[in-house]
């Protein structure tokens, strides 16, 4: 099940509870006695088997000692004592929990602590980040550029640059016996209609297989041999894209009403279990937030502005982690990029918009970091985009909080037009991210790689603008 769907399976409630209590070698025990019981649905196996990855996943988020993550607030905060520390924990601010006995730390605790806890954030040492500040005042210059010339021009399509970007993976020494076979999958910009031109300039080793560009995870694959278990696998791509910011200044009174019997429509408004499932509080918010509105445009930005108002950005565990990404949410009122994106795009769902997953990376000249947004579609303008983290972020600065929804700008690289779906080829065994494909994946004939056994870095090498 390439969709994880076996998550909606409920665990039994002897192991929920022990793994909300941090007793996790008690509930791998437990899980294994269940696996046993020859009465168990072949779906509760599978989530069984797939709890016991889930926990060793969660170990890997909250992998920071109190001492450890003392240490790193300290260099934010030196004047930290404490009570200080401990104060924060009591309220909730500094993600922790008890795993075996012993109290971890989430390793991204201290950019969700500055956001949500004022009194740390002014206490704070401000570091300049004078990469961010660049990177924030070229893309507004460019977001000004764009819709000027969208307003004058009426081109939806604008402002096109060519990228040229290495990505690298480096596959950690002695993590896969000599003589065994690793396999590696690199996402690549696909054909879009952002991305009209993609060319792949070199790789090395000599690449297996290139998804079409169409594909819906575009990468290039490849196998190399493990021949030494003191040295690194190294694998590499280079390649180049053409991609244009998108500006629509729409009409709602021109908005026309969906041929539901299109697959166009069809597809784009089911579920698609574990993540966008039409849960009975989705569904209730989902009718309380676009109310008596008909207008699918309409509907759509009620659900942008009820999103980027209520749902407050965080750093988010790695999303193999989570039973249901959309309905945790609008639970928890926080979430990344990604999290803000399912959640529209599983609202709209339910109200009969369709939409659609998109992501890649965010590349600005002076940043670059991985990124997703969402699309919904709208008769007769085709498909829009709505990037709810951009625009939350942007709420007192009106022009951009109302150019993401609807519009892009041009700093994108696109790369997965949906989630959870096959590669090609196919990866055996299940993804160190079963939703995305951003950072790569790496398997070999005993299982998976996860995110300790190898790194990434992506590089842009050269930003060019297009007359």
Not at 104 to 123: D, G, I, M, T
Not at 298 to 315: G, Q
Request: a neutral charge.
């Amino acid at each position: 099940m390439r969709r994880l769907e076996f998550l909606i399976v409920g665990l039994p409630d002897d192991i929920r509870r022990l793994v909300e209590i941090g007793e996790f070698e008690q509930a791998l025990a437990r899980i294994d006695r269940w696996i046993r019981d020859e009465r168990i649905p072949e779906l509760m196996r599978l989530r069984l088997e797939y709890e016991k990855e889930r926990l060793r996943r969660i170990e890997y988020d909250y992998s920071l000692s109190r001492e450890e993550a003392f240490s790193k607030l300290e260099e934010e905060i030196p004047d930290l004592n404490e009570e200080d520390f401990e104060k924060w924990i009591r309220e909730g601010y500094i993600d922790c929990r008890l795993i075996n006995g012993k109290l971890k730390f989430f390793r991204a605790f201290l950019p969700n602590l500055f956001r949500f806890c004022e009194e740390a954030e002014k206490r704070r040492v401000k570091k300049v980040d004078e990469k961010r500040e660049k990177a924030r005042k070229a893309l507004h210059e460019h977001v000004d550029q764009l819709i000027e010339l969208g307003q004058k021009t009426g081109q939806r399509f604008l402002l096109p640059v060519k990228n040229t970007v290495r990505m690298k993976i480096t596959v950690k020494p002695g993590v896969v016996p000599v003589g065994e076979k690793v396999r590696v999958w690199m996402p690549l910009p696909r054909r879009d209609p952002l991305q009209p031109e993609v060319k792949i300039i070199s790789a090395k080793p000599d690449p297996v297989h290139v998804a079409p560009e169409s594909h819906v995870h575009r990468t290039v694959y490849f196998e190399q041999t493990v021949e030494s278990e003191e040295e690194s696998l190294e694998f590499e791509v280079v390649y180049e894209y053409s991609v244009r910011g998108f500006y629509l200044k729409v009409d709602p009174s021109k908005v026309e009403p969906y041929d539901e019997s299109k697959e166009i429509y069809l597809k784009y408004i089911a579920e698609e279990p574990p993540h966008i499932v039409f849960t009975p509080y989705l569904r209730k918010l989902a009718e309380r937030i676009v109310g008596s509105e008909k207008n699918p445009y309409l509907k759509a930005k009620r659900i942008y502005y009820w999103i980027t108002t209520h749902v407050k950005y965080a750093s988010a565990y790695e999303y193999s982690t989570y039973e249901c990404i959309s309905d945790y949410v609008a639970r928890n009122l926080k979430g990344d990029c990604g999290m803000q994106a399912l959640l529209f795009i599983t609202l709209c769902r339910i109200v009969g918009i369709p939409a659609r997953w998109q992501s890649g990376w965010y590349i600005n000249p002076y940043l670059q970091s991985p990124h997703d947004w969402a699309q919904f579609y709208i008769r007769p303008y085709g498909w829009l985009y709505a990037d709810c983290s951009f625009g939350g972020a942007r709420k007192k600065e009106p022009k951009y909080y109302e150019f993401y929804f609807g519009n892009i700008d041009h700093y994108r690289l696109v790369a997965n037009i949906a989630i959870s779906e096959d590669f090609d080829p196919p990866k055996q065994h299940i993804r160190s991210d079963p939703v995305d494909n951003q950072r790569g994946e790496v398997e070999w004939r005993g299982g998976n790689l996860y995110y300790d056994k190898w790194s990434y870095k992506l590089e842009l090498i050269k930003y060019e603008k297009v007359k």
